[in-house]
């Protein structure tokens, strides 16, 4: 994505969950390598912005904050009693639209937050600001063991695949605790800016729903879906047409290797879901039929014992690296693009249309020499086809 607007970016890997407290630390300490007075902004990847103007405005606000030696949140204007949020009561002014903080309360119930919303409570948006060193010196205040693993994980971090993967031994000493529970809660330094900017956390696929648009049913779709005689359902699909008869108040999630049907408003159903799934069908969880390379994308469309097909896709100018395996043979048959391909000695164009074979042993490579991306279905067949049947003689991403 990235790419796609032509930023470039350091993107750090976390080796296993933490919670946002290290994740959250380990950016801090990662941006003081480059900068020891720097600001640094963390925003949650799942929420929506309605209004860009406002939320850049409090950004700015924000901004003042965190250079006077404050820890900044954002508050939401509340829109309802919502009991999936945190509250935030606000204190006194310290400059601009910034506030002191008095306290933070978790979720609460539905009386309590009318009770919130009529005392002036802010919707807590789990988004922060604040100078690098300020956010490590109040973690370590609480916790200096994980801030040094934190550290050290860091000053240890590898680049893999185009990324910044932390150091996964000394990352998985730290604690793993949200940066509320971690910092926030504790520090005497916290504020809070007010922003009014059409903000929503999807945190949940009825968060989903509530963003979509929707027939006079209330049914929303993303994928092709097919609704009769059901109301207020939201369907998502990768290729699947989904169809629903007689049905309220459902969510249904088809992809290629898994579906879920759930009520709409089941979140703590969800996570107990995913815990299980994570124990009977572990692949599911842990494995994506697409795979993301610095060179592109490739996947699995179908496989068996002795065979598998692949969809890859090489960007402009992508190149994987020069290769051979033991145990299988491979064809290559371009879909779009032209594809320079090596084969021992052998370097050939590969036009649409056209393919070529890739004997077992062989050494081999593909590269995307054109201006559009190159597209190619790959037939493997073979006693073994394992990713780790890779014997990498050149690479231009250093991977062993």
């Given at each position: 994505?990235?790419?796609?607007?032509?930023?470039?970016?350091?993107?750090?890997?976390?080796?296993?969950?933490?919670?946002?407290?290290?994740?959250?630390?380990?950016?801090?300490?990662?941006?003081?390598?480059?900068?020891?007075?720097?600001?640094?902004?963390?925003?949650?990847?799942?929420?929506?912005?309605?209004?860009?103007?406002?939320?850049?405005?409090?950004?700015?606000?924000?901004?003042?904050?965190?250079?006077?030696?404050?820890?900044?949140?954002?508050?939401?204007?509340?829109?309802?009693?919502?009991?999936?949020?945190?509250?935030?009561?606000?204190?006194?002014?310290?400059t601009g639209n910034v506030h002191?903080?008095?306290?933070?309360?978790?979720?609460?119930?539905?009386?309590?937050?009318?009770?919130?919303?009529?005392?002036?409570?802010?919707?807590?948006?789990?988004?922060?600001?604040?100078?690098?060193?300020?956010?490590?010196?109040?973690?370590?205040?609480?916790?200096?063991?994980?801030?040094?693993?934190?550290?050290?994980?860091?000053?240890?971090?590898?680049?893999?695949?185009?990324?910044?993967?932390?150091?996964?031994?000394?990352?998985?000493?730290?604690?793993?605790?949200?940066?509320?529970?971690?910092?926030?809660?504790?520090?005497?330094?916290?504020?809070?800016?007010?922003?009014?900017?059409?903000?929503?956390?999807?945190?949940?696929?009825?968060?989903?729903?509530?963003?979509?648009?929707?027939?006079?049913?209330?049914?929303?779709?993303?994928?092709?879906?097919?609704?009769?005689?059901?109301?207020?359902?939201?369907?998502?699909?990768?290729?699947?047409?989904?169809?629903?008869?007689?049905?309220?108040?459902?969510?249904?999630?088809?992809?290629?290797?898994?579906?879920?049907?759930?009520?709409?408003?089941?979140?703590?159903?969800?996570?107990?879901?995913?815990?299980?799934?994570?124990?009977?069908?572990?692949?599911?969880?842990?494995?994506?039929?697409?795979?993301?390379?610095?060179?592109?994308?490739?996947?699995s469309v179908d496989n068996g014992?002795?065979?598998?097909?692949?969809?890859?896709?090489?960007?402009?100018?992508?190149r994987l690296s020069l290769q051979?395996?033991?145990?299988?043979?491979?064809?290559?048959?371009?879909?779009?693009?032209?594809?320079?391909?090596?084969?021992?000695?052998?370097?050939?164009?590969?036009?649409?249309?056209?393919?070529?074979?890739?004997?077992?042993?062989?050494?081999?490579?593909?590269?995307?020499?054109?201006?559009?991306?190159?597209?190619?279905?790959?037939?493997?067949?073979?006693?073994?086809?394992?990713?780790?049947?890779?014997?990498?003689?050149?690479?231009?991403?250093?991977?062993?």
């Open positions: 994505q990235l790419a796609e607007v032509g930023l470039e970016a350091d993107v750090l890997l976390e080796p296993m969950r933490r919670d946002s407290g290290p994740a959250i630390a380990a950016g801090a300490a990662f941006a003081q390598t480059r900068d020891e007075q720097a600001v640094v902004l963390a925003l949650a990847a799942d929420h929506v912005v309605g209004d860009n103007a406002a939320f850049v405005a409090a950004c700015r606000e924000g901004l003042a904050g965190a250079e006077a030696g404050h820890i900044v949140t954002f508050g939401v204007m509340p829109e309802r009693a919502a009991t999936e949020y945190g509250y935030i009561s606000p204190g006194a002014l310290i002191g903080v008095v306290k933070f309360v978790e979720k609460p119930d539905p009386v309590t937050a009318v009770g919130y919303i009529n005392a002036g409570y802010l919707w807590n948006s789990g988004n922060f600001m604040f100078r690098a060193a300020m956010l490590l010196e109040e973690f370590s205040a609480v916790d200096v063991g994980s801030v040094e693993t934190i550290n050290e994980a860091v000053g240890k971090a590898g680049r893999d695949l185009g990324f910044i993967t932390l150091d996964p031994e000394a990352f998985g000493r730290a604690k793993a605790i949200s940066i509320d529970y971690a910092v926030m809660e504790k520090t005497s330094h916290a504020a809070v800016v007010q922003v009014d900017c059409g903000w929503s956390d999807v945190g949940s696929w009825h968060a989903v729903w509530e963003l979509s648009d929707k027939d006079a049913q209330g049914n929303a779709a993303h994928g092709t879906a097919v609704f009769e005689d059901s109301r207020n359902c939201n369907v998502s699909s990768d290729g699947a047409v989904v169809a629903l008869e007689g049905v309220d108040d459902l969510v249904v999630v088809a992809t290629q290797d898994a579906v879920l049907v759930s009520r709409q408003q089941d979140a703590n159903g969800m996570k107990r879901l995913v815990a299980r799934l994570r124990t009977v069908a572990p692949k599911v969880t842990e494995d994506h039929l697409k795979v993301h390379r610095p060179w592109g994308s490739y996947q014992v002795r065979h598998q097909v692949k969809r890859i896709i090489v960007k402009s100018g992508g051979k395996h033991h145990h299988r043979s491979e064809h290559w048959i371009v879909v779009r693009g032209a594809a320079q391909v090596t084969v021992n000695e052998l370097v050939k164009t590969v036009h649409e249309n056209e393919s070529i074979y890739i004997p077992i042993g062989a050494t081999h490579r593909l590269e995307n020499p054109g201006k559009i991306p190159l597209e190619l279905i790959e037939v493997q067949t073979g006693s073994y086809l394992g990713e780790d049947d890779i014997i990498r003689i050149e690479d231009d991403y250093r991977r062993s």
